[in-house]
Nanobody, 122 residues
Framework: QVRLVESGGGLVQSGGSLRLSCAAS????????MGWFRQAPGKEREFVAR????????DYADSVKGRFTISRDNGRKTVYLQMNGLKPEDTAVYFC???????????????WGQGTQVTVSS
């Protein structure tokens, strides 16, 4: 069983930056793939970024590529999402997720955090 807790969300002006953290407890963090997803009101949950268990491979949605960076510290059992150049359309609840499959699809991820709100004002 893996428990995930996100932090770092907040209100920021357009063009600003935030760093989200997702702390894991339980399970073997270093052997599990991690992903960030987001969900805006009235929209489906969408893929943002993912990182393989070793940290050696990352993948980004086109909408965030070049602005967001995912990383992980297996010693601290934490995954990060550095978000730069934020836009109003980035406003959403951001979730981290853990799973054995290497996928952009939310459904196969076995564990989810409670989410953290990111609001970008114009």
């Amino acid at each position: 069983q893996v428990r995930l807790v996100e932090s770092g969300g907040g209100l920021v002006q357009s063009g600003g930056s935030l760093r989200l953290s997702c702390a894991a407890s339980g399970g073997i963090f270093s052997s599990i793939n991690m992903g960030w997803f987001r969900q805006a009101p009235g929209k489906e949950r969408e893929f943002v970024a993912r990182i393989v268990y070793s940290g050696g491979t990352t993948d980004y949605a086109d909408s965030v590529k070049g602005r967001f960076t995912i990383s992980r510290d297996n010693g601290r059992k934490t995954v990060y999402l550095q978000m730069n150049g934020l836009k109003p359309e980035d406003t959403a609840v951001y979730f981290c997720a853990a799973g054995q499959r290497w996928t952009r699809t939310p459904a196969p991820y076995e564990y989810w955090g409670q989410g953290t709100q990111v609001t970008v004002s114009s």
